[in-house]
C-alpha cells in the first residue's frame, strides 16, 4: 500500500511539474506577438533540378558509367519578432536507385543587433561553409565541402564585428558523442573545425570565396581534401576547377579523388525558366572523362 501511494504521489509530482511547464511555455508563446514588431514569413529557397553525369573509362571504354539524381526543397523563415526567428528547410532527392532527405529547423535568438543564438536541428559552424542542400550549389556540391559534418542537433554562439566578420562558437551530438565547434570569419576568409568527445574525429578547414577565385581546404581525422575553382572567361561563365584529396580506404592511404576540369553556367536562355551548367572533366581516381549537365529552376 506505501509503494502504491508513493507511485501515486509520484505520478501527482510530476503531473504538477508538466502542467507548470506546459503553462509557462504556452504563456511565453502567447507573450510572442506582444513583443513582435511586425510578424512576417519569408522564403528562403525554392528549388527543383535535375543533375545528371556520365563517365567515360579510358581504360575499359565503352564501359560507360551513368548517373542522375533528382532534388526538390525549399525553405522559409518566420520572423517572429526583431529578436526571435524560426527558420526551416527540407530537401529531397532521388537518384533511380535510392532516396535521401534532410530537414533543418532553427530557433534563433538576437539579444542584441552583434550576438545571434541558434538552436535546434542546424548546421553545425563546419557546416556554414558547405552550400544549403536546397539549392543549386548544394546539389552540385564538391567533394571537398562534403567531407565537413552538416546538419546536426546542437546550439552556437557568434558574435558579429566589422561589416563581413564574425566569431563564433558552439557544440552538436555527433557519433554518439558531444562535439565541440568553432568559426572565425575575416572578410571572404572563413576557417570552422570540430572536435569530438570520442577523441578520434575532428576537422579544420579554411579558405576563401571570391567573386573569380573560390578555394577550399579541409583535413578531418582521415582525410585531407582541397578544392579550388577560377573564372577564367567572366563574359561566357567560364571556369577551371580540381576538386581532389588523399586519404584512407580500408586502412590503406590512397588518393581519394583527383577530378579537374572545366565548367560552364548559364541562366534563363531564350526566356526558358531553366537555369544551369555543363561540365566536361577527368576523374584520375576514375580513370574516366566525366561530363556534366545540371538544369534547375
Not at 506577438?33 to 575499359?60: C, H, R, W
Not at 565503352?62 to 527558420?87: D, L, Y
Not at 575553382?229 to 583527383?258: C, M, P
Request: net charge positive; hydrophobic share 40%; aromatic share 14%.
Amino acid at each position: 500500500m506505501i509503494d502504491m501511494l508513493s507511485s501515486g504521489q509520484t505520478k501527482i509530482h510530476s503531473m504538477k511539474k508538466m502542467f507548470v511547464a506546459i503553462l509557462i511555455a504556452f504563456i511565453s508563446f502567447s507573450a510572442i506577438p506582444a513583443f513582435a514588431q511586425k510578424d512576417s514569413i519569408k522564403i528562403d529557397y525554392a528549388y527543383a533540378g535535375m543533375l545528371s553525369n556520365v563517365n567515360f573509362p579510358t581504360e575499359k571504354f565503352p564501359a560507360i558509367e551513368k548517373g542522375v539524381s533528382v532534388r526538390v526543397g525549399g525553405g522559409a523563415t518566420w520572423i517572429a519578432s526583431k529578436h526571435f526567428q524560426v527558420q526551416s528547410w527540407t530537401v529531397f532527392d532521388y537518384d533511380g536507385m535510392s532516396t535521401a532527405k534532410g530537414i533543418m529547423f532553427a530557433g534563433i535568438i538576437k539579444p542584441v543587433k552583434k550576438i545571434t543564438i541558434a538552436f535546434g536541428n542546424i548546421p553545425s559552424l563546419s557546416a556554414t561553409v558547405r552550400p544549403v542542400p536546397c539549392t543549386a550549389a548544394g546539389h552540385f556540391e564538391t567533394w571537398t565541402h562534403s567531407q565537413l559534418t552538416g546538419v546536426l542537433p546542437g546550439a552556437w554562439m557568434k558574435f558579429s564585428f566589422g561589416k563581413k566578420n564574425d566569431v563564433a562558437t558552439g557544440v552538436a551530438y555527433n557519433h554518439d558523442k558531444m562535439e565541440i565547434h568553432g568559426r572565425l570569419k575575416i572578410g571572404s576568409w572563413t576557417t570552422v573545425g570540430y572536435w569530438n568527445a570520442n577523441q578520434k574525429n575532428w576537422a579544420v578547414s579554411t579558405g576563401f570565396d571570391f567573386s573569380r577565385f573560390s578555394l577550399r581546404m579541409v583535413q578531418t581525422d582521415s582525410v585531407f581534401a582541397f578544392f579550388e575553382s577560377y573564372t577564367v572567361w567572366d563574359k561566357y561563365h567560364i571556369s577551371l576547377y580540381f576538386d581532389g584529396g588523399d586519404g584512407y580506404k580500408n586502412g590503406v592511404a590512397q588518393s581519394l579523388r583527383e577530378e579537374f576540369g572545366v565548367l560552364k553556367s548559364f541562366e534563363k536562355p531564350e526566356g526558358t525558366p531553366f537555369s544551369g551548367l555543363f561540365g566536361l572533366g577527368y576523374a584520375n581516381e576514375l580513370k574516366a572523362v566525366r561530363c556534366y549537365l545540371h538544369i534547375f529552376l
